[in-house]
Antibody, heavy 113, light 113 residues
């Protein structure tokens, strides 16, 4: 069974940083592109970023380009999202996603002064 | 970016009746080299993460009841629930994964009449 378990969310002030993690199991992690998708309270999902199998090809949404960095450790079956220069509008539940289709349970990030 | 537009925004259907949700993409999500439409449908119940129902426009995810079906090609797609059950109350999203940024429709809220 595919399992994606996110962690690392929390409360942070504007301008701060957080690092999210996603522990994957139940499939061969190194064979999939992995994604982050976020969902602000009461809104629909918004794609954030993706990373290829080896971890050397990335794409980002314009809204996070230059502030967020996606990475992975295939030996640990773990996906990461380093989030810097956080803004109030980054407040959302962040989901790890296999191939952009299958979802984890999410971790809440709240950015507020 | 590919814009996904769903209709209607909300829908009320009687138990046992058919529910139909439409999704239109601003450009084709059909890839001729593999004859596949890069279109998925997700279901989200309150307080839960989205759940993949349909991918490749018409392939049901494992474990999804067969009352759920997807159809369409190119730019026009439909999710049909053949006989609405109480547990189907949710928000439904279409998503294109033809290319980054992956984009979602605005969602359709399905309720019981």
């Amino acid at each position: 069974e595919v399992q994606l378990v996110e962690s690392g969310g929390g409360f942070v002030r504007p301008g701060g940083s957080l690092r999210l993690s996603c522990a994957a199991s139940g499939f061969t992690f190194s064979k999939y592109w992995m994604h982050w998708v976020r969902q602000a309270p009461g809104k629909g999902p918004v794609w954030v970023s993706r990373l290829n199998y080896e971890g050397n090809v990335t794409d980002y949404a314009d809204s996070v380009q230059g502030r967020f960095t996606i990475s992975r450790d295939n030996a640990k079956n773990t996906l990461y999202l380093q989030m810097n220069s956080l803004r109030v509008e980054d407040t959302a539940v962040y989901y790890c996603s296999r191939a952009g289709l299958r979802w984890g349970q999410g971790t809440l990030v709240t950015v507020s002064s | 970016d590919i814009v996904m537009t769903q209709s209607p925004d909300s829908l009320a259907v009687s138990l046992g009746e058919r529910a139909t949700i439409n999704c239109k993409s601003s450009q084709s999500v059909f890839y001729s080299s593999n004859n596949k439409n890069y279109l998925a449908w997700h279901q989200q119940k309150p307080g839960q993460p989205p759940k993949l129902l349909i991918y490749w426009a018409s392939t049901r995810e494992s474990g999804v009841p067969d009352r759920f079906s997807g159809s369409g090609s190119g730019t026009d797609f439909t999710l049909t629930i053949s006989s609405l059950q109480a547990e189907d109350v949710a928000v439904y999203y279409c998503q294109q994964y033809y290319g980054a940024p992956y984009t979602f429709g605005q969602g359709t809220k399905l309720e019981i009449k």
